[in-house]
Nanobody
Framework: QVQLLESGGGLVQTGGSLRLSCEASGRTFSPYAMAWFRQTPGKEREFVAGITWTRARTFYQGAVEGRFTISADTAKNTVYLEMTNLKPEDTAVYYC????????????????WGQGTQVTVSS
């Protein structure tokens, strides 16, 4: 069983920055990829960014491209999401997830999920 623990969320003003971390623990950890999703009340969880574990190929949702950067430290089993120029519409609970299949926007393709970390951007 793989456990994912997110950290780094908080309250920030518009235009500010935050860095989220997600550390994986448990049995031998070797996903195909990891990703960040986010969710606001009353809405479905949406894909934000993903990264393949071996080749570090990255993928982004259009609304965050150029502002967010996903990276991974495979030695630490940790994935990061560097968020800059934050906007109020980025306010959400952010989740990390692992997949054995492919980086995709489809939640069902992800095997393990963290509990989430709240990001709030004030205007």
């Amino acid at each position: 069983q793989v456990q994912l623990l997110e950290s780094g969320g908080g309250l920030v003003q518009t235009g500010g920055s935050l860095r989220l971390s997600c550390e994986a623990s448990g049995r031998t950890f070797s996903p195909y990829a990891m990703a960040w999703f986010r969710q606001t009340p009353g809405k479905e969880r949406e894909f934000v960014a993903g990264i393949t574990w071996t080749r570090a190929r990255t993928f982004y949702q259009g609304a965050v491209e150029g502002r967010f950067t996903i990276s991974a430290d495979t030695a630490k089993n940790t994935v990061y999401l560097e968020m800059t120029n934050l906007k109020p519409e980025d306010t959400a609970v952010y989740y990390c997830a692992t997949t054995s299949y492919a980086v995709t926007k489809l939640e069902d393709m992800y095997d393990n999920w963290g509990q989430g970390t709240q990001v709030t951007v004030s205007s």
